[in-house]
């Protein structure tokens, strides 16, 4: 079984919401999910009204091309600080994403698809490693598809809305 270590402090993942934050969620999670999308705005807001909550979004392609290659270019983006902008932006769009929508979602939030597929070739190894660190914590919990939650040290699994999200960090934080 991976170690709370392992799962919410991955070194290799950018974290959103308070680096210092006194709880921590990690979502693992899908560009192509349904439930991921629709619930990532509520999510973020949760965090951004507490204030003390560290985000990590743990990529789990799940549904097929590409969901791999949009974690690959996104998780490309760690070291540059724009991650977020990358991230927000796809979790933003509706539906199934082909590769080539993936691109132009990601054009139209500033970047060049081009460059980040180079930035993907260039860090490959950790960026794969990171993907197959996700699966494999996710099949050990036994997860069985997107989203999934761990807060604090409990697992949800399933959508979230803001209200769960809210009363299941207050249960973290009562301990």
Known sequence: MPTVEQVLFDPDIPVLGN?????????FFDYQCPFCKSGHSELVDVVEKD???RLVMKDWPI???????ASS??????????YSDAL????ATKGRLEKSEVDSVLAK???DP???????????????AIVARNMDQANAFGFNGTPSFIIGTKIFHGAM??????????????G
């Open 114 to 128: 081009a460059a980040l597929v180079e930035a993907y070739r260039k860090d490959s190894a950790r960026v794969d």
């Open 88 to 91: 927000h932006a796809l979790m």
């Open 19 to 27: 680096p210092d934050g006194d709880i921590t969620i990690a979502e």
């Open 161 to 174: 809305d803001a209200k769960a999200l809210t009363d299941a960090v207050a249960e973290a934080r009562a």
């Open 63 to 69: 549904f097929g091309a590409p969901s791999v290659y």
């Open 109 to 111: 939030a500033g970047f």
């Open 51 to 53: 204030g003390k909550i």
């Open 73 to 82: 270019l996104v998780l490309a983006l760690a070291g540059q600080g724009k």
